[in-house]
Nanobody, 123 residues
């Protein structure tokens, strides 16, 4: 599975961005999908994940109530809607895929990764 993340950019605090992760090579309907982020000097951290078919989601506490993860299997795409952005959301955001039916939140459990898209939030 090849993953291509897009939609990053510069936003003001309180603003919104929607990230997309387009997959190719295989249909993502058999994959749990996740979003992670990595700020300079920090480890990559979990942001959100969605199961492959039931749409069950999991979000990090730091983004609950602000971010939403969704998927469109027909378009082979996963989305991360980010609202009420904060400067601490600034990071490179990565999408990832794992061949499993359950929601997976651990970086090391994912099999495929996209190249990342930069999100910068100004105060």
């Amino acid at each position: 599975v090849q993953l291509q993340a897009s939609g990053g950019g510069l936003a003001q605090a309180g603003g919104s961005l929607r990230l997309s992760c387009a997959a190719s090579g295989r249909t993502i309907s058999s994959y749990a999908m996740g979003w992670f982020r990595q700020a300079p000097g920090k480890e990559r951290e979990f942001v959100g994940a969605i199961s492959r078919s039931t749409g069950i989601t999991s979000l990090a506490d730091s983004v609950k109530g602000r971010f939403t993860i969704s998927r469109d299997n027909a378009k082979n795409t996963v989305y991360l809607q980010m609202n009420s952005l904060k400067p601490e959301d600034t990071a490179v955001y990565y999408c990832a895929a794992k061949y499993t039916r359950v929601v997976t939140t651990t970086v090391t459990q994912y099999d495929y990764w996209g190249q990342g898209t930069q999100v910068t939030v100004s105060s």
